[in-house]
């Protein structure tokens, strides 16, 4: 995986912030307010003072009554101004929120397939929605309850600096011993935070191989070696958790111990100023609640500090996906094709996934417009390869890909995916309607277009049984269908695509014998002037191409129609004679010899 120059944590942050700066003018309001709620909060111990000093002491109920009118309207507004705050910052948290998601969906969408070849789901999925919260939460409320807390902070010193000075200096003794204890405790709640969240996306990525293999589990009566794999894995999880929670636990114990400390300290040298005649006793009340006041604020930096270490370790994880660099890049300036005559050429290709494994070595060849090639083999010889080379799913590392004699890494990838049809055995179908999973191949189609493709594909009368008809929901990767009915939805969106070049890699495998007869019949209108490129999985799909190539060890055995590689009594002619024996499947009709290979 290749990934950009290692992002430093300045960057990272100068980076992170971006997604930051259009709703700062909102963010800045908010902390506005949270700062006119703090300083009608911090009003309280002065009417303490003038209480016991000048209501109590004096007996004077005229001020008592203008005091007690005055706190009912300032606990009023500080409602109001803190029902506004949540308002605005849940708003901005979720704006943040879409968009560093949206960001990081964008980026993944570019990747290579070698990438996610690579990357478990899973882990993707952890990274995407648990990842994103975090650093959203700390953008938005962490952010400004922070640059609230250090704003009262440094009215709360200004104040009771005025007020006594010595008294003051005392009350700080012990903030050098709280800073440094974060510090050090904050970097291992880092480290162990990243553990955290790597442990707990393989286990979200267990989640999601298991369910997606939940029919191989249940045949091979697996299901309780697959509850022991995950005891063990949540035991990990377990203890990085209890380890992270105690971190947390030791962190807020020493920041709780000291801002304890601290009032203590006024009590007992505040005690004997006033002894002396030299504080009021309202002033000490008044001293002792605004440094309540201040540790209240160093308590909370300290539960931050929690937070944000561990949204500095899903900054790394996020970040190391947005610091991979697409393998296939979109040249801007890329040629835009239109009327794509459809020749397709293969030029001296050398391709491999590592270095130590050649799948394709100097393969060459030509499909002219309009014409149907076939490529055999056996697995993993390259014929899939071939597919993801002309798709621009991958680049060669040497030769070139060429279509209508442009070579593929000059053009866009969107114009050249727009003139490319691909019906694979793998059928993909979103959780949506048959009617939606049809459209995705022409969003701009008509219904009568759709269900044109669907009779072309023989899906229609299928799906006009069933009671909700189109907008019928086909389930998880269409598992409320049988292979077949997916595959010929897959056809179907292909057919409403009509793209002019066609790719059908075993697009037909899960057929039976007569709807893979019924099936070949529609496409024949569909493929006139359309060029075709077929990965065969039965002989009797590809007996009428106009070339059929058969690879061996990364090149091309042989070429040719099907009656000239009969005569020539080489591989093709192995495979050929055996069809009848093997139920017509190539991949294991080839011949021992030729597997050996």
Known sequence: ????????????????????????????????????????????????????????????????????????????????????????????????????????????????????????????????????????????????????????????????????????????????????????????????????????????????????????????????????????????????RIGLGVLGAVAASIAGFLSGLGPIIVLWYGGHQVIDGALTIGGLVAFYAYVGRLFGPVFRLAQHNVAIQTARASVDRIFEFLDVEPHIKDDPSGRILHDVRGHVEFRNIRFSYNQNEPVLENVSFEIQPGRKVAVIGRSGVGKTTIINLLCRFYDPQAGAVFLDGHDLRQIRLSSLRNHIGLVSQDTILFNASIRENILYGNLKASPEDMITAARQAYIHDFVASLPEKYETIVGDRGVRLSGGQCQRLSIARTILKNPKILILDEAMSSLDTKSEVNIQDALKPLLVGKTCLIVAHRLSSIVDADNILVLQNGTIAESGTHDELVQKDGIYFMLWKQMSKKDNLIDSAFPPSFREQ
Request: charged share 25%.
């Open 1 to 240: 995986m290749k990934t950009k120059q290692p992002t430093t944590t300045k960057s990272k942050l100068r980076r992170i912030f971006k997604y930051l700066r259009p709703y700062l003018p909102l963010e800045i309001g908010i902390a506005c307010i949270m700062m006119i709620v703090v300083a009608l909060a911090l009003l309280d111990p002065l009417v303490l003072k003038i209480m016991i000093d000048d209501v109590l002491v004096d007996g004077n109920t005229r001020l008592l009554n203008i005091l007690i009118v005055a706190l009912v309207g300032l606990f009023f507004l500080r409602g109001v101004l803190n029902v506004l705050t949540n308002y605005l910052i849940h708003f901005v948290g979720q704006r943040i929120l879409f968009d560093i998601r949206l960001s990081l969906f964008r980026h993944l969408e570019r990747l290579h397939m070698g990438f996610f070849a690579k990357t478990k789901t899973g882990e993707i999925l952890s990274r995407v929605n648990n990842d994103v919260e975090r650093i959203q939460n700390i953008l938005t409320s962490t952010f400004i309850t922070i640059l609230t807390d250090l704003a009262t902070l440094v009215v709360i010193l200004a104040v009771i600096l005025y007020l006594d000075w010595k008294l003051t200096l005392a009350a700080l003794t012990l903030f050098p011993a709280f800073f440094l204890s974060q510090f050090y405790l904050g970097k291992k709640i880092k480290r162990k935070s990243r553990e955290t969240r790597d442990k707990s996306a393989e286990i979200l990525s267990f989640f999601q191989e298991t369910f997606t293999a939940i029919r191989l589990i249940q045949s091979f009566v697996k299901e309780r070696f697959e509850a022991i794999r995950l005891t063990r894995k949540s035991r990990e999880l377990i203890k990085l």
